[in-house]
């Protein structure tokens, strides 16, 4: 059975930093790419970022680009995004995602099939 648990969201200050983590089981994570995605209130699921199976490339929603950092430990089935500068309108749940299909030019949650519950984020003014 695949599972994805992401773990480490919060409330945090304008300017203040969280590092989310979503931790696999069930699956062959080095053959999966894993993307991160965030629904705010009222608004629909956004890609946020992305890293392929070999950690050699990855991609970034411009509204994350500079402040927002994705890796991967293939040894421990594990991926995080490292998030800095946070902004009000990062506040969103959080889901990772995991897919055999790739590409560095655009973030889909189409191309996901394995996802997880999320974890929220909330950024105070």
């Known amino acids: 059975q695949v599972r994805l648990v992401e773990s480490g969201g919060g409330l945090v200050q304008a300017g203040g930093s969280l590092n989310l983590s979503c931790t696999t089981s069930g699956l062959e994570f080095n053959d999966y790419a894993v993307g991160w995605f965030r629904q705010g209130p009222g608004k629909e699921r956004e890609g946020v970022a992305s890293?392929?199976?070999?950690?050699?490339?990855?991609y970034y929603a411009d509204s994350v680009k500079g402040r927002f950092t994705i890796s991967r430990d293939n040894g421990k089935s594990i991926a995080y995004l490292q998030m800095n500068s946070l902004k009000p309108e990062d506040t969103a749940m959080y889901y990772c995602?995991?897919?055999?299909?790739?590409?560095?030019?655009?973030?889909?949650?189409?191309?996901?099939?394995?996802w997880g519950q999320g974890t929220q984020v909330t950024v105070a003014s």
């Open positions: 890293i392929n199976w070999s950690v050699s490339s990855t």
């Open positions: 995602a995991a897919s055999r299909y790739y590409t560095p030019w655009t973030l889909r949650a189409s191309d996901f099939g394995h």
